[in-house]
């Protein structure tokens, strides 16, 4: 695994000096990668890890796990592709098991995410069943504890 990926996927706020300190190689060198790596479509995009718990009315998040048929030739693409197209769809994953698809949803209310799985989601042509689960609280995000055990008095245990 390239190192530099790895670090800037843990913070993309490090900087070209910090990264060149860390992995021993000059500043111009680790800005000519970064820039590849942006142009080549291997970073595509920077953001911040959020705690939305702690942000009034930042509504609702689902993980919806669907059954799908695949098309003959095609796969699993062109439904993912579809769904990949609506807003409210942050995330959409091909997985190994149980269900074909995972996606990862949001929404302003509990209601708004269930009448997206109802009308949207489960009508589409090609979708068996749906499993859909509201995320109630984050605990650890992308590596980045949310939550802070010291604060309520507890103490991590390991």
């Known amino acids: 695994m390239d190192k530099l990926l790895r670090l800037l996927s843990e913070n993309s706020n490090y900087t070209t000096a910090q990264l060149s300190m860390m992995l021993g190689e000059p500043e111009e060198a680790i800005e000519a990668r970064i820039r590849e790596y942006e142009n080549n479509g ?29 098309q003959m030739q095609k796969g699993f693409d062109d439904i993912a592709e579809k769904i990949m197209q609506y807003d409210e769809v942050e995330c959409v994953y091909l997985m190994a098991g149980a269900y074909d698809l995972l996606l990862i949803v949001n929404g302003r209310t509990i209601q708004e995410v ?45």
């Open 42 to 70: 291997v970073i595509r995009g920077y953001q911040a890890v959020v705690n939305w718990d702690d942000v009034p009315d930042a509504g609702v998040m689902a993980i919806i796990e669907l059954k799908v048929a695949p």
């Open 114 to 158: 269930s009448s997206f799985v109802a009308k949207r989601l489960a009508a589409m042509h090609g979708i068996l069943s749906t499993a859909t689960h509201f995320m109630l609280k984050r605990y650890k995000e992308d590596g980045v504890p949310l939550v802070d055990t010291k604060k309520d008095g507890r103490e991590m245990i390991v």
